[in-house]
């Protein structure tokens, strides 16, 4: 399923600058993934981890640096990078199923004027089974649980057999079993020698399941294997707050002080229907 | 029997019927678009702007049909475009294409003298009046619409659900963001004849709406929507045939009467479901 399996980075950003009007976001950002990985890109809000994701699948102009994706510039490869989105930015009222979405993931790679052949329903029906949505293929994704819902888009994002996959808040708002569940299934991808980068607020979800974590806020603070990166100083720096970490069986845990969660997380879950 | 019969004895009655039931059709197949994407009021703008197309075409002896075509082109492109390029809220552009097309419009047709019964028939429509050449005209447009539709099908349905995700995947967003007004406004052009330019939005919301209500898959919804728009048009120029109503309104009130029928057995939302658990789209999450 993956062509290449050279050992050129997955992704490579050099010197990567992108913001919004004159403000810049990203200020110099320097990133190799190495191909098999999964690495949490960490960060606070604003830090540019959406944009990171958004200047790597070309969704917006860099103004200066270069991404490459297996070696090759971004502008050609959107076919072997998946992206899942932040779940609130999706509209779960559309009338479409499970099934229908996981489909789309085909879409970009048919081109126009073609339609969907049986290898195309199939790769999505494979990719579905895979996130373990094959019993609620037909249900509307309006009628889909929150971890239900995280995995419809990355069934949607593996439909194309992307090599990298980018991941937008995945764990955001999920309970403590969907994000094992997640993780499970992410662990899988990279047993298959996918490679994965996904933001996360979730600092303990990154000791866990990544092999690496970027700091990010503006450039790299740090980055390297979580519980040589997670530290207090790495993540202060960060996050601009103090952590407490705990290093526990050899693995990094962080704790925040100064903010208080629980707000967001209401409201996050105020917002589903 | 003669009440079924009757109106078709009359050329300009079998004229209307055809007329009416492309123009619906049509508006039915993007209106599904309209409703799910929330482009109502650029469907009524470009409707509404159209005046200046077809007052100048009036005013220069020319087809009020062709007109508004000529000039919801550019218009309906020039609302992605000022909202792209001035990074402004869609509506705002939409706005100002609105207001701005109503005002030169009005400013043309008023060089006419005793204008008033022309621009009545321009906004409220008077299909019982629509000759052979326009409802050619209509037919190409209503053609054109669901053609596009269905060869951009996919297109269409990834962009509509997310835009953001179909530019990721390579899906060309670009075209689709300048595709959508466009056939919104050549699909408002077929429709002005039929229910005037006020009144256009009827048409494209209410049967879409409809649509949503009893069935819950794109492609369903889009079916019930057309199925709605031909029983609405068909049912609406019997009433104002047999009781000499003005066409264009009577259509739109069955539109609005059938749409009260969906809301009251429709099995999602429906009013003699509520209170019966047994609503799927607020089932509560299983754990999963």
């Given at each position: 399923m993956i062509e290449d399996k050279q050992p050129v980075a997955a992704l490579e950003v050099r010197g990567l600058w992108a913001g919004y009007d004159r403000t810049p976001v990203l200020e110099g950002v320097?990133?190799?993934?190495?191909?098999?990985?999964?690495v949490g890109v960490i960060g606070p809000n604003g830090s540019g981890k959406s944009t990171l994701f958004k200047a790597v699948l070309g969704l917006i102009k860099p103004w200066q640096g270069e991404t490459l994706i297996f070696g090759r510039s971004n502008k050609n490869q959107r076919a072997s990078v998946g992206y899942m989105p932040q779940v609130e930015l999706v509209d779960w009222n559309f009338p479409v199923t499970a099934s229908d979405?996981?489909?789309?993931?085909?879409?970009?790679?048919?081109?126009?004027?073609?339609?969907?052949?049986?290898?195309?329903?199939?790769?999505?029906?494979?990719?579905?089974?895979?996130?373990?949505?094959?019993?609620?293929?037909?249900?509307?994704?309006?009628?889909?649980?929150?971890?239900?819902?995280?995995?419809?888009?990355?069934?949607?994002?593996?439909?194309?057999?992307?090599?990298?996959?980018?991941?937008?808040?995945?764990?955001?708002?999920?309970?403590?079993?969907?994000?094992?569940?997640?993780?499970?299934?992410?662990?899988?991808?990279?047993?298959?020698?996918?490679?994965?980068?996904?933001?996360?607020?979730?600092?303990?979800?990154?000791?866990?399941?990544?092999?690496?974590?970027?700091?990010?806020?503006?450039?790299?603070?740090?980055?390297?294997?979580?519980?040589?990166?997670?530290?207090?100083?790495?993540?202060?720096?960060?996050?601009?707050?103090?952590?407490?970490?705990?290093h526990l069986d050899g693995k990094a845990y962080a704790y925040q002080h100064h903010q208080h969660p629980e707000p967001q997380e209401k409201q996050a879950r105020r917002r589903r229907p | 029997m003669d009440f079924i019969t009757e109106p078709f004895d009359f050329a300009f009655m079998q004229r209307a019927f055809i007329a009416a039931g492309f123009a619906a059709i049509a508006c039915a197949v993007v209106g599904t678009y309209v409703v799910l994407k929330g482009l109502a009021f650029m469907g009524d703008a470009i409707a509404h702007s159209s005046l200046t197309g077809m007052a100048a075409a009036f005013v220069l002896g020319g087809s009020a049909f062709l007109g508004a075509l000529a000039w919801v082109v550019p218009a309906s492109l020039a609302i992605t475009y000022i909202s792209r390029r001035g990074r402004l809220m869609m509506d705002t552009s939409i706005g100002i294409i609105y207001a701005g097309g109503l005002a030169l419009g009005i400013i043309i047709i008023s060089r006419v003298s005793n204008y008033t019964a022309d621009l009545f028939s321009f906004l409220f429509g008077?299909?019982?009046?629509?000759?052979?050449?326009?409802?050619?005209?209509?037919?190409?447009?209503?053609?054109?619409?669901?053609?596009?539709?269905?060869?951009?099908?996919?297109?269409?349905?990834?962009?509509?659900?997310?835009?953001?995700?179909?530019?990721?995947?390579?899906?060309?967003?670009?075209?689709?963001?300048?595709?959508?007004?466009?056939?919104?406004?050549?699909?408002?052009?077929?429709?002005?004849?039929?229910?005037?330019?006020?009144?256009?939005?009827?048409?494209?919301?209410?049967?879409?709406?409809?649509?949503?209500?009893?069935?819950?898959?794109?492609?369903?919804?889009?079916?019930?929507?057309?199925?709605?728009?031909?029983?609405?048009?068909?049912?609406?120029?019997?009433?104002?045939?047999?009781?000499?109503?003005?066409?264009?309104?009577?259509?739109?009130?069955?539109?609005?009467?059938?749409?009260?029928v969906a809301m009251t057995v429709s099995p999602s939302s429906g009013i003699l479901r509520r209170g019966l658990a047994s609503d799927a789209r607020q089932r509560p999450f299983e754990v999963s």
């Open positions: 320097s990133l190799t993934v190495s191909p098999g990985e999964i979405v996981a489909l789309m993931g085909r879409y970009g790679r048919l081109g126009l004027f073609r339609r969907p052949s049986r290898m195309d329903r199939e790769a999505a029906e494979e990719a579905l089974l895979k996130v373990g949505l094959a019993d609620v293929r037909h249900r509307l994704i309006g009628e889909l649980s929150g971890g239900q819902r995280r995995r419809v888009l990355l069934a949607r994002a593996l439909a194309s057999h992307p090599a990298l996959l980018l991941l937008d808040e995945p764990m955001a708002g999920l309970d403590a079993t969907a994000q094992h569940q997640l993780i499970d299934i992410l662990h899988d991808l990279r047993d298959e020698g996918r490679t994965v980068v996904m933001s996360t607020h979730d600092l303990s979800c990154v000791s866990t399941a990544c092999d690496h974590a970027c700091c990010l806020h503006g450039k790299v603070i740090a980055f390297g294997r979580p519980e040589e990166v997670l530290t207090e100083k790495v993540l202060s720096d960060t996050f601009g707050t103090h952590l407490l970490t705990v | 008077n299909v019982l009046a629509v000759s052979w050449g326009e409802i050619i005209g209509i037919g190409v447009v209503a053609a054109v619409v669901i053609a596009t539709v269905f060869i951009f099908y996919k297109e269409l349905l990834f962009t509509a659900y997310d835009e953001t995700m179909a530019a990721a995947s390579g899906v060309p967003v670009r075209l689709v963001q300048y595709m959508l007004p466009l056939l919104l406004g050549v699909t408002t052009v077929a429709a002005v004849k039929t229910v005037g330019i006020v009144l256009v939005l009827a048409l494209l919301v209410i049967p879409a709406a409809t649509g949503i209500l009893l069935v819950r898959r794109f492609l369903a919804i889009m079916g019930v929507s057309v199925a709605t728009a031909i029983v609405t048009t068909v049912v609406g120029l019997y009433l104002s045939f047999h009781l000499d109503l003005p066409s264009g309104p009577a259509i739109v009130l069955v539109a609005v009467g059938l749409f009260a």
